[in-house]
């Protein structure tokens, strides 16, 4: 049973920085791909960002790429999502989550995540 607790959230101003962090439990960690995804009031969760079991493969919404950095650091059991030039448009919460299956491609389906975290609240003024 995978476990995954995101942290790093906060209030910014337009053209900051943050950094997400999730740490991850119950799993072999360095077998299972891993997403980031959010959700704004009234909209769907959509995807952000996906790392490869191995981290030789990214993968990015247009809305972020360029901006945002998704990164992996198997000896902690941690996923990284790295957030510049944030825009008010990217205030969400942002939830990590890890893929069904070992040795996947990292998918931007949310049905291919098995585990989610709680999520944590990013907040971009303008």
């Known amino acids: 049973q995978g476990q995954l607790i995101e942290s790093g959230g906060g209030l910014v101003q337009a053209g900051g920085s943050l950094r997400l962090s999730c740490a991850a439990s119950?799993?072999?960690?360095?077998?299972?791909?891993m997403g980031w995804f959010r959700q704004a009031p009234g909209k769907e969760r959509e995807f952000v960002a996906s790392?490869?079991?191995?981290?030789?493969?990214?993968s990015y919404a247009d809305s972020v790429k360029g901006r945002f950095t998704i990164s992996r650091d198997d000896a902690k059991d941690t996923v990284y999502l790295q957030m510049n030039s944030l825009k008010p448009e990217d205030t969400a919460v942002y939830y990590c989550?890890?893929?069904?299956?070992?040795?996947?491609?990292?998918?931007?389906?949310?049905?291919?995540?098995?585990?989610w975290g709680q999520g944590t609240q990013v907040t971009v003024s303008a």
């Open positions: 790392i490869t079991w191995h981290g030789g493969s990214t």
């Open positions: 119950g799993r072999t960690f360095r077998l299972f791909a």
């Open positions: 989550a890890q893929e069904r299956g070992a040795y996947g491609p990292g998918s931007s389906m949310k049905e291919s995540y098995a585990y």
